[in-house]
């Protein structure tokens, strides 16, 4: 695994969503609680910004069809969701965000 360098830290708005890239990947970062989280930026449903969607608590709900994931997990919530998103380890060092992408 590598470590790629994606935002400041807080460039990640509280309670919201925010695109980053991390190794050519389209990601989302997500603040809640003061934790940051990442997944996959594209539902695996109908294939919309999930940046573009409604954050509530740990739940992003997908902007086109209302499939919701969990962000900590990646898991799929609710019809018409049925395969989960990939999520990534992400730390903070001097600052900034870190998302841990495979090799």
């Known amino acids: ?11 990640v708005a509280d ?10 990947r389209a990601i989302a970062l997500y603040k809640v609680e003061g934790e940051i989280f990442a997944t996959d930026r594209v ?4 294939a919309a910004s999930l940046c573009n969607g409604f954050l509530m608590g740990y739940e992003i709900e ?4 209302q499939g919701r994931f969990d962000v900590r997990t990646g898991k ?6 049925t395969q989960d998103i990939a ?16 090799d």
């Open 1 to 11: 695994m590598q470590w790629i360098k994606t935002l400041a830290q807080d460039e």
């Open 15 to 24: 309670e919201d969503v925010t695109p980053a890239e991390a190794a050519m």
């Open 43 to 46: 539902c695996t449903h109908g």
């Open 62 to 65: 997908c902007p086109l069809h």
């Open 76 to 81: 799929g919530l609710c019809a018409p969701i």
């Open 87 to 102: 999520t990534y380890p992400v730390k903070i060092e001097d600052g900034h965000v870190f998302v841990g992408v495979q």
